[in-house]
């Protein structure tokens, strides 16, 4: 008998996105699954209504938060309260509202875990509304910081085969709950935003691994639930998450060795800014450093500290051949971003 793997579904705000999400999680190949549907609070009465649509099928659960809890404390709650102390359950699925599984994808998920025993397992994101352009792959990290979507906006065809990543991105993918429950849940530092980021590269650190599964085919409309939220201060906070994220997780080292390049960038970023009068991402980009060093800095130290006495982390020469140096990922960005200067 096939083993039960809960999917996790968030909506906000979304229904008629989340209604086809589901129903492409209920037309699955693979039909021993349980839907956690989580409303956030919705406006219109869309939990109420999600409810009433989906009562009467047994695969579904309903779950109502009387606030807004975001993208992390939602799964948080999920993961806990019945996902982890649920021997059943050896995997768990996430599913965004506005992603769109193929009916093979739940089934190549786990065929890919149980075949490869890897630990994380990303799908192939394609664009909803560019079936030819990619939208996420995984993702890579790079030497400064950064984790990354790996083939945003390239060719689907490029991305044909199954890799190692940094992780994966949480609008569908596949982790092993045992993993979850050695190394723990998303970080309830972040709201919403760069949490699956920061799980994939703990997961990596802590010796777990994640893969690429290119047969795991999702569509993306992406950023449906975000641009809700996406203003100055989150663009802000998400780069105080990079900061965060990196200087909680990785070896002294690792920080050591790339603090030359880490300074390098970033005031390389800051000039760029003021020569080409990006004035708009100067600021954020020292908002970020200045509220990482004034403000984060004790958080960090804390975080930093309970981490490293919990977990023994791999090498600091494998975490470095894993991850990417930043100089000519970094040029072809300048070159796409700010020379080309792009309208979208």
Known sequence: MKIVIPVIILN???????????????????????????????????????????KSNEKIKVIHFEDNFGFTKAHNFIFNNFILNNDNYNFVALLNNDAFADKNWLETLVKTAEKTNANIISSKMIQYFDKYLLD???????????????????????????????????????????????IGVFDSNFTTGYEDAELGVRAIVCGYNSIYEPNAIVHHKGGQS??????????????????????????TMVILINLPFFILKYSLVLIIDIVFRRRKYFNRMWKAIKHTIIDDRKKIIIARQQFHKKFQTISSYSIMKKTT???????????????LKPKY
């Not at 229904?15 to 699954?33: E, P, R």
């Not at 950064?146 to 940094?166: A, L, Q, R, T």
């Open 226 to 251: 975000l641009n809700k939220v996406r203003n100055e201060a989150y663009h802000i906070q998400i780069q105080r998450n990079i900061f965060y994220s990196y200087f909680k997780l990785m070896p």
């Open 325 to 339: 140096f930043f100089l000519w990922f970094d040029i072809k960005r300048f070159y796409k971003y700010i020379i």
């Open 12 to 54: 906000w705000n979304g229904i008629n996105d989340t209604i086809k999400s589901v129903n492409s999680v209920l037309n699955q190949t693979y039909k021993n699954f349980r839907i956690y549907l989580a409303d956030n609070n919705s406006d219109n009465d869309e939990g109420l209504r999600l409810e009433n649509l989906f």
């Open 136 to 182: 996420n792959a995984g993702h890579l990290m790079l030497n400064t910081a950064e984790i990354v979507p790996i083939g945003y906006d390239s060719s689907i065809n490029k991305h044909n085969n199954s890799k190692s990543n940094f992780g994966a991105c949480g609008g569908a993918c596949l982790y092993n709950v045992k993993m979850l429950k050695d």
